[in-house]
């Protein structure tokens, strides 16, 4: 099957100047398992656009880098 | 085709635990929790999707409870009463009885966990009316951090937890439960769990029709409550019923949350059409009350919105400061990014898509009194089990009485090991998605059909359109093979795919076969628009039968407990 990349405006957004390396606060919590480590930088970041906008990531996130927006469609 | 775990790098893992619950969410911990506390030499194991900290309906906690029996304020008696109305006579009073009767014990026990419950200066319960004539609903402004205490009496009581693997199937052998088969979502590996005993507390089937939104995970319910168990409990051979009896919800437009009346009408809000007049007496969520709001969203006095604008700016501060904080704290963000505020303007609310749900309607696994199944081994409790109306109180009752029952059940009983063949099986079908990465992903699979039962599900029902959804979920059997993932996460949304197929056609069938209206707008054909006692007085159940097709049967409703004259007490909530 041929194959495209599609952007898409996520609703997770990692400040990277404040996420731990060594930090799996977010990837722990989520319901939807969504977000994964960057292996060359080590910061957190959405892989899979599949959220629920339930917000455990951002509230137990230890240095405030995350802000969960309203899904584009939705806001 | 002979696909095996191993072909991808991926491990077996085998486990072995007396009782296996399926599912870390309200239900689930309880369940676990019950069952240490009725046998803590039982080893007792919960198995979660994702991790039980942040997990389920109340990943995000709470803001009330809606089924709260306190002495002193209502009874059981008058609980069951209540919900055997507002579900038009179709209920196992017995099973309705136990939530009334053990809620208020679990609300004591959570708040000896460290739950908060709302109380007056006094020091009673704060409890609201919200239903159409008791007060149940007790508000929990502090009930933000319901999960992490849950997870903290879970780890206390010693019960085991694997976070991240997904349950598939359950395993049944001489005519029991005797485990569960899965993966891994991280690693792939594939997963056998030996158990004496299973409960299966995996919520409602909250992916099964599309939000007006298009977004497939903007849902009402956690989106990992995809109908995990209605299709493991049917595949099983347990029978499910009121399936026809849909989940509708009446959400703020666009959001995936209540406006939300359960909290805010107690403070003087109330639901109101465009005109701002009433058109509902009463906001408890029933099938008749989603009628009246269908009624006026379709006439010329629609849109309809949660009105508060008449409260003083105070009132309205403190409504925000819950709704804004608990279950749903992306509701204020969604609200600025608007530029809506609750003091100039109602909030536009409509109508969700639909969903099974016992704990908003009626539609479950079989469950009687004991949270048993009709498959010996097997219990249900929480959204996937059959109590109408049952909420989080009714969820942690059943968890309760599931894990308790569970203990005592399985005291005689030895593990056996699981067929080879069933084994092999259910790799092929649960790997096949990997075997072809460039396979149809499972986003457009499952959009696609969404999209379908939006179009041929969504009440008013209509016989022919019916007819031809049921024809195209059996065909999507064939579809899922299509699927391609290239990771185990893909995989895991492959396989939630598989079992809202199963959801949509055991919807389809089950609407079908109930010749009547009911329940409001959740059962409204248009070929019978009437309520129909003499013929359909009786639960609609379904079952897999041994020839592998989906049977459906009438199952009377058990004598009542508590006389209800259904003929003189009708649910009517319409202003006229």
Request: charged share 25%.
């Given at each position: 099957m041929a194959q495209t990349s599609q952007r898409v405006d996520v609703p997770v957004i990692v400040d990277e100047s404040k996420c731990l390396e060594k930090c799996n606060a977010c990837i722990e919590v989520c319901p939807l398992d969504v977000l994964v480590k960057n292996p060359e930088t080590g910061k957190a970041y959405m892989k899979y656009d599949e959220c629920w906008f339930c917000l455990p990531c951002e509230k137990e996130c230890p240095t405030g880098a995350i802000t969960v927006q309203i899904p584009f469609l939705l806001r | 085709?002979?696909?095996?775990?191993?072909?991808?790098?991926?491990?077996?893992?085998?486990?072995?635990?007396?009782?296996?619950?399926?599912?870390?969410?309200?239900?689930?911990?309880?369940?676990?929790?019950?069952?240490?506390?009725?046998?803590?030499?039982?080893?007792?194991?919960?198995?979660?999707?994702?991790?039980?900290?942040?997990?389920?309906?109340?990943?995000?906690?709470?803001?009330?409870?809606?089924?709260?029996?306190?002495?002193?304020?209502?009874?059981?008696?008058?609980?069951?009463?209540?919900?055997?109305?507002?579900?038009?006579?179709?209920?196992?009073?017995?099973?309705?009885?136990?939530?009334?009767?053990?809620?208020?014990?679990?609300?004591?026990?959570?708040?000896?966990?460290?739950?908060?419950?709302?109380?007056?200066?006094?020091?009673?319960?704060?409890?609201?009316?919200?239903?159409?004539?008791?007060?149940?609903?007790?508000?929990?402004?502090?009930?933000?951090?319901?999960?992490?205490?849950?997870?903290?009496?879970?780890?206390?009581?010693?019960?085991?937890?694997?976070?991240?693997?997904?349950?598939?199937?359950?395993?049944?052998?001489?005519?029991?439960?005797?485990?569960?088969?899965?993966?891994?979502?991280?690693?792939?590996?594939?997963?056998?769990?030996?158990?004496?005993?299973?409960?299966?507390?995996?919520?409602?089937?909250?992916?099964?029709g599309l939000p007006a939104s298009g977004y497939l995970y903007g849902t009402y319910e956690n989106p990992t409550n995809a109908g995990d168990g209605y299709a493991m409990a049917y595949h099983a051979g347990a029978e499910l019923t009121n399936i026809e009896c849909f989940q509708i919800n009446p959400l703020i437009k666009d959001y995936n949350g209540p406006a939300c009346a359960y909290v805010a009408s107690p403070f003087g809000a109330y639901t109101a059409n465009a005109e701002g007049h009433r058109f509902i007496n009463c906001d408890y969520w029933s099938g008749q009350m989603m009628l009246e709001i269908y009624k006026e969203l379709n006439s010329g006095n629609g849109p309809v919105h949660l009105k508060m604008y008449h409260l003083d700016d105070d009132t309205i501060a403190e409504i925000e400061s819950i709704l804004w904080a608990n279950e749903r704290p992306s509701r204020g963000r969604f609200h600025?990014?608007?530029?809506?505020?609750?003091?100039?303007?109602?909030?536009?609310?409509?109508?969700?898509?639909?969903?099974?749900c016992s704990g908003h309607s009626a539609s479950g696994v079989w469950v009687n009194e004991r949270a048993e199944t009709t498959v010996p081994g097997l219990y249900a409790a929480g959204d996937m089990a059959s109590v109408?109306?049952?909420?989080?109180?009714g969820a942690f009752v059943y968890g309760r009485v599931a894990g308790e029952n569970a203990v005592d059940y399985l005291q005689s009983l030895d593990h056996l090991e699981p067929d080879a063949d069933f084994l092999a099986a259910e790799q092929a079908r649960i790997y096949h998605p990997l075997t072809q990465p460039n396979g149809i992903p499972h986003t457009q699979v499952e959009y696609k059909l969404r999209r379908l039962v939006n179009d041929?599900?969504?009440?008013?029902?209509?016989?022919?359109?019916?007819?031809?959804?049921?024809?195209?979920?059996?065909?999507?059997?064939?579809?899922?093979?299509?699927?391609?993932?290239?990771?185990?996460?893909?995989?895991?949304?492959?396989a939630e795919v598989h079992f809202i197929r199963d959801c949509a056609e055991m919807a389809a069938r089950a609407s079908l076969y109930r010749k009547e209206t009911r329940w409001g707008l959740y059962h409204y054909r248009l070929d019978y628009p009437e309520k129909n006692d003499a013929e359909w007085f009786c639960h609609v159940n379904l079952k897999k039968a041994e020839t592998g097709e989906m049977e459906l049967f009438k199952r009377p409703v058990e004598p009542y407990i508590i006389d209800v004259d259904l003929k003189e007490e009708v649910y009517d909530v319409a202003v006229r």
């Open positions: - | 085709m002979q696909i095996l775990a191993t072909d991808f790098g991926f491990k077996i893992q085998r486990m072995q635990t007396d009782v296996l619950v399926v599912g870390g969410g309200t239900a689930g911990t309880m369940a676990g929790i019950k069952a240490k506390q009725a046998n803590p030499d039982s080893d007792v194991l919960i198995l979660e999707k994702a991790n039980i900290r942040r997990s389920g309906a109340i990943a995000m906690g709470m803001d009330g409870v809606n089924t709260a029996v306190i002495p002193g304020n209502s009874t059981p008696e008058q609980y069951v009463r209540e919900i055997t109305i507002a579900n038009d006579g179709i209920v196992n009073q017995k099973a309705v009885y136990e939530t009334g009767r053990l809620g208020f014990e679990v609300i004591q026990e959570l708040e000896s966990w460290g739950v908060k419950f709302q109380k007056d200066p006094d020091g009673n319960y704060d409890l609201k009316q919200v239903h159409r004539v008791g007060k149940y609903v007790l508000p929990m402004p502090e009930g933000k951090d319901l999960k992490k205490i849950l997870t903290r009496q879970v780890k206390r009581h010693g019960v085991n937890v694997t976070n991240r693997v997904m349950a598939t199937r359950v395993i049944v052998q001489n005519g029991r439960a005797t485990g569960v088969v899965g993966f891994d979502v991280r690693s792939g590996d594939f997963v056998v769990i030996q158990a004496k005993a299973v409960i299966l507390c995996t919520g409602a089937c909250g992916r099964l600025e990014g608007r530029g809506e505020n609750y003091r100039t303007h109602g909030v536009e609310m409509n109508i969700s898509e639909i969903g099974l109408p109306h049952n909420y989080m109180i041929y599900l969504q009440p008013p029902k209509s016989p022919h359109k019916m007819e031809i959804g049921l024809e195209k979920f059996v065909a999507y059997t064939d579809t899922l093979t299509e699927m391609g993932a290239r990771d185990p996460h893909e995989l895991m949304r492959c």
